[in-house]
């Protein structure tokens, strides 16, 4: 399952890359691939990404679906991951746009306990409420959000003035 990650946040990235790296983040491959890469050329891949556009998934979704979808982000996720899900900063990552079958994916292992998943414990609360059926909703939430219309303001987020 692959993220899509043009535009990312360059300290988000920095900081993903680090705990593959460390073996802080459970991975099939990222890790092997990370541990091969210097600080230097890290930063390097960071700013190559930070500096392309971000292309949303915009992945249509049934209503239903995406209503309840709505209602969870609202009351469990919406704190930190503002603005449906477009928002970014060093510690946050966009979930906007984002391929909901990668989210999901991401969501089932940050809540099974024995994967090493760093996130907050306020997250992982309230994940732990959540059964599939709930996730699956807000990713497909998230998969379907128009996070173009947000791009500017996540450059200034990014302190880029391009
Ligand atoms: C207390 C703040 C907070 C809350 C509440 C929260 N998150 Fe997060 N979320 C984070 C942070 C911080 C990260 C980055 C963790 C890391 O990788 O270090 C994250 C990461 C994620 C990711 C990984 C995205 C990716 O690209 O890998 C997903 C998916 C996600 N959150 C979904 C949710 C959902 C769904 C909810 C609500 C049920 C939620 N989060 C609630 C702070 C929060």
Redesign the pocket.
Known sequence: MV?SIAGMDPR?FM??MQ?FKQGE?YSTIMGRIAGGYGLLELREMARFFAGREWVPARVAAEADLVAAGAT??EE??A???EDA?RYQDK?????AG?WPA??LS??LD?RTERVQ???????RN??AK?SDAD?AA??AY?GQVDATKALAQDETANGDSH
């Open positions: 993220p988000y900081h993903l705990d983040r969870i982000h469990h996720c704190e930190c991951h899900g510690e946050i990552p966009r979930l984002q990668y989210l991401q969501l940050y998943m760093p996130q907050p414990d306020k997250m309230r994940l959540l996730l807000v990713s998230y």
